[in-house]
């Protein structure tokens, strides 16, 4: 069973990804009301852009077995992520938002370290506001999702404690796409975080979080500190107690476990 929900994980979160942005890449970058509602009642045509995308992922020329059980789970995330963008734009006033990017490749430096990402959706609903857009099909806490100044300190802490079981990592890829993303903006423009997680959506729909000038200040300080304590050669790398953590660690080989 293993190496299957291994890999339905990777098949769920790739296709999913996939079939949103072939939805949201529209001509000029304007995704209306119309456009989702239209893309709502089409549940044949969902059903066959997922189906192009799963034999594209898997090189496959049918979709059959368990697969097209995937495939429901994938239509269903899909349909959740149409209808909770419909009534974001009801909620705000609005008939469309506009798109900025899809798998937006953003780099930069963060403590003298190269850094990379690629944000899955940028869009605007309002003048001066980007939100930055991440899809999540795995498990999301509310802390995760919803970084304020008052549980910033409380965040942080779970970021660089010794624990690895209830790290916040959604928290700091956010961090690094604010961090990364703050630069492009033009003069005037303030960034918002949207968790598209799953689980959530179909209960709270959409989340905007405003940028927390607390946590992104204890970020900076913390990460400079890790990142200067990884370039240091005086301090030498030491393995983990927690041998959970070597089966997923890309340097198990070299450190000899």
């Given at each position: 069973?293993?190496?299957?929900?291994?890999?339905?994980?990777?098949?769920?979160?790739?296709?999913?990804?996939?079939?949103?942005?072939?939805?949201?890449?529209?001509?000029?970058?304007?995704?209306?009301?119309?456009?989702?509602?239209?893309?709502?009642?089409?549940?044949?045509?969902?059903?066959?852009?997922?189906?192009?995308?799963?034999?594209?992922?898997?090189?496959?020329?049918?979709?059959?077995?368990?697969?097209?059980?995937?495939?429901?789970?994938?239509?269903?995330?899909?349909?959740?992520?149409?209808?909770?963008?419909?009534?974001?734009?009801?909620?705000?006033?609005?008939?469309?938002?506009?798109?900025?990017?899809?798998?937006?490749?953003?780099?930069?430096?963060?403590?003298?370290?190269?850094?990379?990402?690629?944000?899955?959706?940028?869009?605007?609903?309002?003048?001066?506001?980007?939100?930055?857009?991440?899809?999540?099909?795995?498990?999301?806490?509310?802390?995760?999702?919803?970084?304020?100044?008052?549980?910033?300190?409380?965040?942080?802490?779970?970021?660089?404690?010794?624990?690895?079981?209830?790290?916040?990592?959604?928290?700091?890829?956010?961090?690094?796409?604010d961090t990364l993303m703050r630069p492009l903006l033009r003069e005037g423009e303030g960034l918002?975080?949207?968790?598209?997680?799953?689980?959530?959506?179909?209960?709270?729909?959409?989340?905007?979080?405003?940028?927390?000038?607390?946590?992104?200040?204890?970020?900076?300080?913390?990460?400079?500190?890790?990142?200067?304590?990884?370039?240091?050669?005086?301090?030498?790398?030491?393995?983990?107690?927690?041998?959970?953590?070597?089966?997923?660690?890309?340097?198990?080989?070299?450190?000899?476990?």
């Amino acid at each position: 069973l293993f190496p299957y929900t291994t890999l339905f994980r990777s098949l769920l979160g790739n296709v999913f990804h996939g079939v949103l942005q072939r939805i949201y890449g529209v001509p000029g970058g304007v995704v209306d009301l119309g456009l989702l509602h239209r893309r709502r009642k089409d549940k044949a045509g969902i059903r066959n852009l997922i189906d192009e995308c799963i034999k594209k992922e898997l090189r496959t020329v049918e979709v059959s077995g368990r697969d097209l059980v995937t495939r429901e789970v994938i239509f269903k995330y899909v349909m959740d992520v149409l209808k909770a963008d419909c009534d974001y734009l009801a909620a705000h006033g609005s008939s469309s938002l506009r798109i900025l990017g899809l798998e937006k490749k953003v780099t930069g430096s963060i403590g003298g370290f190269p850094f990379k990402g690629f944000i899955d959706r940028l869009d605007s609903v309002a003048p001066g506001m980007v939100r930055i857009v991440d899809y999540k099909t795995g498990r999301v806490s509310d802390a995760e999702r919803c970084v304020t100044d008052a549980s910033a300190g409380q965040t942080v802490d779970k970021l660089f404690g010794p624990g690895r079981n209830d790290r916040p990592k959604i928290a700091l890829q956010v961090y690094i796409y604010d961090t990364l993303m703050r630069p492009l903006l033009r003069e005037g423009e303030g960034l918002v975080n949207s968790v598209y997680s799953v689980s959530h959506l179909p209960k709270d729909g959409v989340l905007d979080v405003p940028v927390s000038p607390v946590f992104s200040a204890m970020m900076e300080e913390k990460l400079a500190g890790l990142l200067g304590e990884i370039a240091d050669t005086s301090v030498p790398f030491m393995r983990t107690g927690d041998r959970q953590t070597c089966a997923w660690c890309d340097f198990k080989i070299l450190c000899g476990r």
